[in-house]
């Protein structure tokens, strides 16, 4: 593969000159397969100006000029498939098998986005309810925030800007994009195919960069809604500085998955294995912590085991291959660490733990001490822990005993059980019969707790990114 360049685009035109670039490497191979242009802060600067520029004249465009634009993003996506996930498997390390899926939920996603522009729709409010308001009517309707920044991480980086510029887009928002440092060139390609489809020019910024890129994006009175998908302490911070504007977090979490002693052990089994390791664990709700009832406890092991070893490891681009890498060297080595740490405070290791520079051998910990950081952090790596439990409110507790709640997963027969789970656990979804790694891209996704504040999915997000504007007419 041609190295690429990832080239900041500013104010239409794209940009790199005498600028700071960074490499990109295939996390699989080591290659060197591109570089990334660094922004300085006066291209962040013109990035804002030219971003608060376009404000009026987007939001001014059509919902029916922006869905059609939008639409045909999709169709040039579908057009590019292969050669979408392609660029996301050497750039990122994630399996063909995984990177087709994205692009096909990026598919939808637009798809959707597309549609939420033509729903931008109020309501009629009667004054009567008032004795004040006798003689008057209120309408509502959506108007546009303004600038959307939207700051996109590695693990899922065509879908996640998509579910950021799709809605921002369809409610008549220009866009300041600054994608994560680890994949810039499916964001770079991204926004070409954009602009291909008709996408206003002055209506998204890209640029590159560390914090402090992302720092003087959120500080700025320009920018009027931060979407933000990472880590807890990027979502603090951005809560910090972000002042009075909105803010949409999505920051992760730990999740757990229930096998209860009703459970159909194979199908728990089989989707475990699948949703523990797609991406190579890398996703905010990638099953994590299981809590298997007793009387289950070694067939499930067991079967557990068994589908986790079979799992073939290799080359992120032979279509067979069901884990490639993380995202690069030391994150493998972060995550071999907690599991060395699990090992000595008397955990199992059952399957996996070995180690090859980014690649990392899907693991199976049985039994890990609750302090252990495979139990109460987010692993975000290859790594699932079985633990034991006698009853169902022991699980249900040991669930929630966390400081993040996206979304959580359990596996009975029982209404009363499910319905129990469902009240109980705190987070922002509950999967029943499936794990935590479950998601439909028009649904609502985010958490609580630490997990983050707000929704996306392109109906909620709009929400999220446009205004209810009010006119009351008094009748003379």
């Not at 013109?46 to 608060?52: D, N, R, V």
């Not at 664990?281 to 809590?291: E, L, M, P, T």
């Not at 990392?360 to 039994?367: A, Q, Y």
Request: glycine share 8%; hydrophobic share 40%.
């Amino acid at each position: 593969m041609s190295k690429k360049q990832a080239k900041l685009f500013v104010n239409g035109e794209w940009l790199a000159g005498d600028r700071d670039t960074i490499p990109v490497e295939n996390p699989y191979t080591g290659e060197i397969i591109g570089e990334q242009v660094t922004a300085s802060p006066d291209d962040v600067e013109k990035a804002l100006q030219s971003a608060e520029a376009a404000k009026h004249e987007t939001a001014d465009l059509p919902a029916h000029k922006r869905a059609a634009i939008l639409k045909k993003a999709a169709s040039l996506l579908e057009e590019r498939k292969e050669e979408f996930a392609s660029l996301l498997s050497t750039e990122l390390g994630k399996t063909l098998k995984n990177t087709r899926d994205e692009v096909s939920r990026s598919l939808e996603t637009l798809e959707q986005s597309a549609e939420e522009a033509k729903r931008l729709t109020g309501e009629t409010i009667p004054g009567n309810a008032s004795t004040r308001g006798e003689q008057a009517t209120a309408m509502t309707f959506r108007v546009p925030a303004g600038v959307i920044a939207a700051i996109t991480p590695f693990n899922a980086p065509l879908n996640l800007m998509v579910h950021k510029i799709g809605p921002a887009f369809a409610g008549g928002n220009t866009v300041i994009l600054k994608p994560a440092p680890q994949t810039p060139l499916i964001a770079i390609a991204f926004v070409e195919l954009l602009l291909e489809a008709g996408y206003p020019s002055k209506a998204i910024q890209v640029v590159y960069g560390g914090v402090e890129v992302g720092q003087q994006i959120v500080e700025d009175s320009r920018t009027n809604v931060i979407s933000f998908t990472g880590g807890l302490k990027g979502g603090k911070d951005i809560s910090y500085r972000a002042g009075m504007k909105k803010v949409l977090l999505e920051l992760g979490g730990n999740a757990g998955t229930i096998v209860h002693e009703d459970a159909d052990i194979e199908r728990a089994s089989t989707l475990c294995a699948k949703t523990g390791f797609s991406n190579s664990g890398q996703s905010c709700i990638s099953v994590q912590r299981i809590y298997v009832h007793t009387s289950v406890l070694y067939r499930f092991r067991e079967a557990l085991t068994v589908k986790v070893s079979s799992l073939k490891t290799g080359d992120p681009l032979d279509p067979e291959t069901d884990v490639g890498t993380l995202v690069n060297e030391s994150a493998a080595q972060r995550v071999k660490s907690w599991i060395n740490e699990a090992k000595e405070q008397g955990a199992e290791i059952l399957t996996g733990g070995t180690i090859n520079r980014a690649a990392l051998e899907p693991t199976v910990i049985f039994n890990p001490k609750k302090q252990a950081k495979v139990v109460c952090e987010e692993v975000f790596g290859p790594v699932v822990s079985i633990i034991p439990f006698e009853n169902i409110d022991e699980a249900l507790e040991e669930v929630n005993d966390s400081d993040t709640g996206l979304q959580a997963g359990i596996f009975s027969n029982s209404l009363d059980v499910v319905k129990k789970a469902a009240k109980v656990l705190d987070v922002g979804g509950v999967v029943v019969n499936g794990t935590s790694n479950f998601r439909l891209d028009h649904w609502p996704y985010g958490g609580v707790k630490n997990s983050g504040i707000g929704r996306e999915g392109p109906r909620f997000a709009v929400e999220e990114m446009t205004e209810m504007k009010m006119i009351v007419h008094l009748d003379s």
